[in-house]
């Protein structure tokens, strides 16, 4: 729900299963107590660009006992004194503000977050595998997928026969299509 111009979190559903949320660049400046009456289980959750001002603000998030990464960046609360000290200090459990630990080591690619997914739905890692396969295909071989395709069509024309080489014979002649022809290509 990025910048969709949300002002309240008053009615957002009940998602006891969400982990990730996303809410960057909207007008919210308070009401995140709902977060945790509704989205207990956020593990991630992404605040920046918001009117977040102060830390009374972000209290709420306290009992966010799952809360891991808290993203803030572009809200005004990231101008006190002593911010990132603070934050940290108030909502003890989470790992990662803005991106990075206490000690200002960056938080893991999302890669990390996807296997945290994997753990919760199960069958996705397949799906992960064959992405992988996907784009090693896509970056190592355009030109093998065309081969590929050019090797169809070569077996296409051998399989058609008759039809292939009468349409061979009147190349560059326009001709009449008959309905009968149209409804044969719309099926293939």
Not at 94 to 113: C, H, K, M, R, V
Request: include cysteine; charge should be negative; aromatic fraction near 4%.
């Amino acid at each position: 729900m990025a910048n969709v111009e949300l002002t309240s979190l008053a009615k957002l559903p009940t998602l006891s299963k969400l982990r990730k949320l996303e809410l960057s660049d909207n007008i919210i400046s308070g009401g995140l107590e709902v977060l945790a009456e509704r989205c207990p289980n956020l593990t991630y959750l992404n605040l920046s660009g918001n009117k977040i001002k102060d830390l009374g603000t972000v209290e709420a998030l306290q009992n966010l006992k799952n809360l891991k990464s808290l993203d803030l960046f572009n809200c005004e609360i990231t101008n006190l004194e002593d911010y990132r000290d603070s934050i940290f200090e108030l909502l003890q459990q989470i790992t990662y503000l803005d991106g990075f630990d206490q000690e200002d080591n960056e938080a893991p690619d999302s890669e990390d977050d996807d296997d945290e997914d994997e753990d919760e739905a199960g069958p996705p890692g397949e799906y992960e595998e064959e992405d992988d396969e996907d784009d090693g295909g896509s970056d190592l071989g355009e030109g093998e997928e065309e081969e590929e395709d050019e090797d169809d069509d070569d077996d296409y024309v051998e399989e058609g026969g008759d039809e292939e080489e009468e349409a061979e014979g009147i190349r560059g002649e326009k001709r009449k299509r008959d309905p009968e022809d149209e409804g044969e290509e719309e099926d293939d």
